[in-house]
């Protein structure tokens, strides 16, 4: 798992209503958190075309806690349902054969 700094324009960042998974060093949210936050990176695999499972989930966000973050907004590989998911996927440089985690500070 590799920790990737973003260096991208501060923006508003999507909001939502997603739910946390597991008990993990961080909560890692499966859509986009309720409250605002701002992107600090990403983490991946080396071998980012592969689906997470739960051990991958909680590596993902201890490596995100030892980067800063607050939690982990996994963005699962393949199509994105929404025009909103597939700009952000874009905006991070997570191609859509990847699997990632945001990794992401409340403000």
């Given at each position: 798992m590799a920790f990737s700094k973003y260096d991208g324009e501060a923006r508003s960042w999507p909001t939502g209503n997603?739910?946390?998974?597991?008990?993990?060093?961080?909560?890692v949210y499966r859509g986009w958190p309720e409250k605002p936050y701002d992107v600090i990176g990403t983490v991946k695999f080396n071998n980012p075309g592969i689906d997470w499972n739960r051990g991958d989930l909680k590596l993902a966000a201890r490596t995100a806690k030892q980067a800063g973050g607050d939690?982990?907004?996994?963005?699962?590989?393949?199509?994105?349902?929404?025009?909103?998911?597939?700009s952000t996927r874009q905006q991070l440089g997570i191609p859509p054969g990847e699997t990632a985690g945001v990794v992401i500070r409340w403000r």
């Open positions: 997603a739910f946390t998974d597991g008990d993990f060093d961080v909560p939690a982990v907004i996994l963005v699962p590989r393949g199509a994105d349902p929404s025009p909103t998911a597939s």
